[in-house]
């Protein structure tokens, strides 16, 4: 049973129409009172709250509600009914414990996206799938591993994929966010439509409109076609918002509209397009810690982790490395054309035991290196050890210049220099080394002024 706590009629019987249509089972109460005496005879799947009532608008009384629900019942979903002006009141909300938070005016989709994202979360429990069973229900042919951890995130996935809630995928670099994002997508109901990837880390504060929402020509002086934007492609399908902790608080605001109401508007045009895209994010940032500095929005948090995926370091998942390193090698055979290529056992023990900081990147990187330079068949400690020996990242303990030697600016220099020296000047191999992006790494080298003869990758 559906619960929706609002004291508009309206706004109550527009809801319980929707959802009866969809076949759920629905009540609904216009005051905090009547939910309180409602689920003391029933305990509900999924509450959907109004947070003002009668002429307050402090929300005080729906959060008090709120509270209430979560003490008593602190695993059944929370759905919050807001508008734009009272948006900080929902993220009060979300802070107290509410699952999500729509709109008014809402859009009928999202409302029904949302309350069977959280249902059939809230609701499976099966005993854990084995990687073969979950082989045979959903498409992961691209993602190595039969860790637990991984097995988990597998099923959370699979049982998502179907909806069109937000997810937001979190993780260190080169753990694999992109393959994951295109699980997700592969497994939705639009996988037959557009994947648009998208480096918010590569797109300058300048762009961030035209390149997002697109440009009409004239719209500003290098204008002279017009240009679709990220969203437009997307549409129908779902996009893939890479290094969103990248953004800066004026692009946060912009990309915050579109997520929030479906709307944009092209640049040079007054006209408002709406849109209809999946999206899913991704970072390697700590996002809570950048809401506490207040370097990223709050609110925006809230509207793009529905759902949230923290997939684990490759050192976290020992086990899975082996499966990795063969399914390396057995694409390496024919792109090399060396066919009897193999690991020796005592090497494949030596790279489960590596930290790995570079995680599946690095350890791919590692594999193809070691397989271009050794001319064996069978791979060895030493084969590896060589060529992990010449990586800028190197294991064990760092050795770093005692406190008051160097300013962190005089650090990031010179390792910026040591990168692109090492790396010959090739910008994308110095930045994944740095664990920057291109644009990022550009940006340095202009700031500190660093001279460089760039080489093609």
Known sequence: MILIIDDDIAVRTSLVLLLESEGYQ???????????????????????????????????????????????HSSVPVILITGWGSIQLAVQGMKAGANDFINKPWDNGYVLSTVKTLLDLNGNKAAHQTRKQLDKTYNFQHIIGEDPKMLDILETIGRVAA???????????????????????????RRNKPFIKVNLGGISTSLFESEMFGHMRGAFTDARFDRVGRFEMANKGTIFLDEIGELDAGSQVKLLRVLQDRTYEVLGSSRTKTVDTRVVSATNKNLNEMVNRSTFREDLLYRINLITIHLPALRERPKDIPLLVNFFINNLKEIYNRPKLSVSVSAMKWLTQLPLPGNIRQLKNLVERSILVSKNDELTIDDFSIQLDLSPVKTGAMQLPGVGTLTLEQVEIEMIKRAMEFHKNRISKASASLGLTRSALYRRLEKYQIPYDETED
Request: charged letters at 20%; glycine letters at 10%.
């Open 163 to 189: 909806t069109d809630a937000s997810i937001l995928i979190m993780g260190e670099s080169g753990t694999g966010k992109e393959l994951i994002a295109e699980a997700i997508h592969q497994n939705s109901n």
């Open 26 to 72: 629905v009540s609904a109460a216009a005051s905090p009172a009547e939910a309180v005496g409602v689920m003391k005879k029933a305990v509900p799947d999924l509450v959907i709250l109004d947070l003002n009532f009668s002429n307050d608008t402090s929300g005080q009384e729906g959060l008090e509600l709120l509270g209430k629900i979560r003490e008593n």
